[in-house]
């Protein structure tokens, strides 16, 4: 390759990561019921200097182990506290980890390989969506497949590139063994011993693919366990001897309990994760499934894999497998399997897209085509009954509109001579509008904002005596997510209204309809404060004189 189509891939593949990962980390609010939560008990531990105890409100909280808790604390110490402080973890593990399988791409099939990986992977959905979240499933999807890359270099699947002496030290056993337990370390203290059980189940089920028994006791090199338990151990040893009830709780309630028993409320049927693996590849699903369908097609053909395609097939199968058994399930828990999946894919464009160019580029076209007249019909439907209709057709017009154009320009085989640079990966760049014109388009699907972020800003301007004087504060008919970022942003616990509270406090409802909630001898204020455009009311709950 000439230095111009270098400088430009390399162009392309840094404004790729810069965007998809890092770029509007701070949009939005914190949301859901997890990232509010999360982000306070980073805050407390930087604010208290308390890095054993994760505390919720000032209460210990066993749900997860301290990776997230602590690389969130550290930024927020350099940088501030805000959402790009709180989110800054997950972008930071999620671009790790595509470096990571990079270098595995680039020493086992190739630099034209890695350089699609690098930029077919951070333009998914799945990868976006969750580098730009401040909890832990990013983090121990990234550490655990950091460990299952130098996995891989144990097991004898990765060629050695020369890099002169420091080819010969990283490639060596004792380095791919303190690497590979580091890394598990740091994915058991982001969520636990399904660190353990995901690589072995990886390992293991490629030992019984491939006949390969010796080469995956190598991972059980005694490098590699003392780095796990150096890395792993102290934590979970320091917070049970501080916390009696920690193994109780963690292990059995947030492990066992939540993977055998539907006791958390989160259950799907067993196909689950199948189609949120689809969506998860998104822009790049249609692509996804030509593809897996061409590599069964010459399976049946050759009945040969390389043992690497294994591995990885292998690590996909068992996370899906093992999450698909689970009777709590949730989108992030399938996280795992989306690296390995965009190796895959990755190198299954490089080795096809040329030997089927033909199919391929009518295949996309009529799905572009397809999706470009969706479009068209989203933006010219009238939705006069509302606005807000009109306005998310409207945007999920764009949307469709320029994901269809990515898959346009995909469609344009690889020219040789600039080894694709003029045309197929230019791919990425609709997908990097879409990113930049977040904003914008979230109003369209999100006319108030899904945080508590807006409702605290409102609150602070208009109800700073009651904050001085300690009144408490309290929600009624406000989702669980909303009220945990509102805590977040507030510095205190904001609680549901019951039916008997003290006199002095405030009441933040959605509507005006205060005294269906509040009974004598309390009373509501006659006139509530509105909060801004947010749609709610605070009103002040006070004894009425006499009682």
């Known amino acids: 390759m000439s230095a111009t189509p270098r400088v430009a891939w390399i162009a392309l593949i840094l404004a790729t990561l810069y965007f998809c990962y890092f770029h509007n980390l701070g949009a939005i609010g914190l949301v859901g019921p997890d990232e509010p939560r999360y982000a306070w008990i980073a805050r407390d531990m930087a604010e208290t200097g308390d890095w054993v105890t994760p505390r919720l409100y000032g209460k210990p909280w066993f749900e997860k182990p301290p990776l997230y808790y602590w690389s969130a604390a550290l930024s927020f110490k350099l940088f501030g506290v805000s959402e790009v402080t709180a989110r800054l973890p997950s972008a930071v593990a999620a671009l790790l980890a595509a470096l990571a399988l990079a270098w595995l791409a680039w020493c086992a099939y190739g630099a034209e390989t890695a350089r699609w990986l690098l930029l077919l992977l951070p333009t998914t959905v799945g990868m976006i969506g969750f580098s730009h979240a401040a909890a832990t499933d990013m983090p121990f999807a990234a550490m655990l497949t950091i460990a299952l890359v130098f996995a891989a270099r144990l097991l004898d699947l990765v060629p050695v590139r020369t890099f002169g002496s420091f080819a010969s030290f990283t490639s060596s056993t004792s380095f791919s063994s303190l690497a590979f337990g580091f890394f598990l370390g ?29 080469d995956a006791l190598r991972c059980l090199h005694p490098i590699a366990i003392v780095s796990f338990c150096a890395i792993a151990l102290p934590w979970y040893i320091l917070c049970a001897r501080r916390n009696p009830d920690f193994l109780r709780v963690f292990i059995i309630e947030h492990n066992f309990q939540r993977y055998l028993t539907p006791e958390f409320q989160h259950i799907q049927p067993f196909w689950f994760y199948l189609p949120i693996l689809l969506i998860a590849f998104i822009p790049w699903t249609l692509l996804l499934l030509w593809c897996a369908s061409k590599g069964l097609s010459l399976w049946q053909r050759t009945r040969q894999l390389s043992p690497l395609t294994v591995f990885l097939l292998t690590w996909v199968v068992f996370c899906l497998l093992f999450f698909s058994v689970s009777k709590s399930k949730l989108p992030g828990y399938i996280l795992p399997a989306v690296a390995p999946i965009g190796l895959l894919l990755a190198r299954s464009y490089v080795c096809f897209v040329d030997v089927s160019k033909a199919i391929f580029r009518w295949i996309q076209c009529a799905a572009a085509a397809a999706a470009l007249l969706v479009a068209l019909v989203l933006g010219s439907i009238p939705f006069s009954a509302s606005r807000i209709n009109a306005h998310a057709a409207t945007g999920a017009g764009w949307v469709l509109s320029l994901l269809a154009i990515a898959n346009l320009i995909l469609a344009v085989p690889p020219r040789k001579n600039f080894s694709g640079f003029i045309t197929a990966p230019m791919c990425v760049l609709p997908v990097l509008i879409l990113v930049v014109l977040f904003r914008p388009l979230a109003t369209d699907f999100l006319p108030r904002d899904p945080s508590g972020k807006s409702v605290a800003l409102e609150l602070e301007k208009i109800q700073n005596l009651g904050t001085a004087l300690g009144v408490d504060y309290y929600v009624a008919r406000m989702s669980r997510g909303q009220q945990f970022s509102l805590s977040f942003y507030l510095h205190r616990e904001i609680r549901n209204w019951e039916s008997v509270r003290p006199a002095d406090s405030f009441l933040i409802l959605p509507s005006t309809n205060c005294e269906s909630l509040v009974t004598p001898p309390w009373s509501c204020s006659r006139r509530p404060a509105e909060l801004g455009s947010t749609g709610w009311f605070v009103f002040r709950v006070y004894q009425k004189k006499g009682n």
């Open 186 to 214: 740091l994915a058991a203290l982001a969520k636990g011993p399904a660190a353990i059980v995901l690589s072995g189940g990886a390992v293991l089920f490629w030992a019984v693919s491939t006949k390969r028994w010796r």
